[in-house]
């Protein structure tokens, strides 16, 4: 059976400074976010520049911890948060919301596409392909911090973990159901499914080679956006059965979980803007 590492969340202390893992991977996020950008300027033609990407980037670290944070607070946790007010700066700790990331970033874009007279689905038909490197890289930080944890797996499963951080949820579960209880007996905590590399797979590594391959065509304005939000809203949704469902603001429900609301909308609506831009492009021809 495998056993989480149990790794140091900090990854370099320097006296009173402590650098986590979790940060090292947001930094990670932008360079890669960087680089990629500018080897797509230098091989496509495209209205952006260097030097705008660096301003954009600004505007989107600004978006995904402002609004990541609160997304987490607001959807996630309000209760635990606004009991304890102080924790919410505290983001070195973990604790994100792509989706309040994701309305954070929408928001820095458009005001960053208005300064400089840009069409807001130019600007991300462009981030689009950016942006799932990034997510990647979060996701081992969840790893390395041994949080988000999967559901209970069978203790066959080749990659089952054991997680110790969640031995009160262990508990909680195997109280429940005598299979679980035997299973917490035996190796003394429950196997679970390594959800955090699951995401890691598919809305990191897997959607970044369907926006890179599908947009290295062109295309109609917006579809690249609209691949991104039924990409991520897809694999999201279908990890969200491998993950602990949060509890949210409509409470913790394994049938469907906060995420996965989250995650209709964004397919939802990537559906309809795929299939309109495509038909506002054949109406242009």
């Not at 890289?137 to 069978?154: H, M, T, V």
């Not at 469907?256 to 309809?272: D, E, H, N, R, T």
Request: charged letters at 15%; glycine letters at 10%; one cysteine or more.
């Amino acid at each position: 059976m495998l056993i989480h590492p149990q790794f140091d969340p900090i990854a370099i202390k320097l006296g009173p400074l402590a650098i986590h893992w979790y940060g090292l991977m947001y930094l990670a996020g932008f360079i890669l976010f960087l680089a990629l950008g500018n080897r797509r300027i230098k091989t496509s033609p495209t209205f952006m520049t260097s030097k705008m990407l660096d301003d954009l980037l600004m505007y989107g670290v600004f978006g995904v911890i402002v609004g990541g944070r609160l997304g987490q607070v607001l959807f996630y946790e309000p209760d635990y948060y606004f009991a304890h007010p102080t924790e919410i700066l505290m983001v070195w700790k973990g604790g994100m919301s792509f989706h309040g990331g994701f309305i954070g970033v929408l928001i820095a874009v458009a005001l960053f596409a208005r300064k400089q007279g840009r069409s807001f689905w130019e600007m991300t038909d462009f981030i689009a392909p950016l942006v799932p490197l990034g997510l990647a890289a979060g996701r081992i930080g969840n790893f390395i911090n041994g949080e988000l944890w999967g559901r209970p797996a069978e203790a066959t499963l080749p990659w089952a973990m054991l997680f110790p951080q969640a031995q009160q949820d262990d508990m909680a579960m195997a109280q429940q159901s005598p299979e679980l209880m035997t299973q917490l007996l035996h190796y003394g905590a429950l196997p679970r499914h390594p959800s955090q590399l699951y995401e890691f797979l598919l809305e990191g590594l897997a959607l970044f080679a369907i926006l890179w391959l599908f947009s290295a065509k062109r295309r109609p304005l917006g579809q690249v956006s609209a691949v991104f939000l039924i990409g991520y809203g897809c694999f999201r949704f279908i990890c969200e059965y491998f993950r602990m469902p949060d509890s949210g603001i409509f409470g913790q429900s394994f049938t469907i979980s906060m995420g996965q609301w989250l995650s209709l909308p964004m397919i939802v609506i990537g559906a309809a803007l795929f299939v309109h831009f495509g038909k506002r492009a054949q109406r242009t021809a």
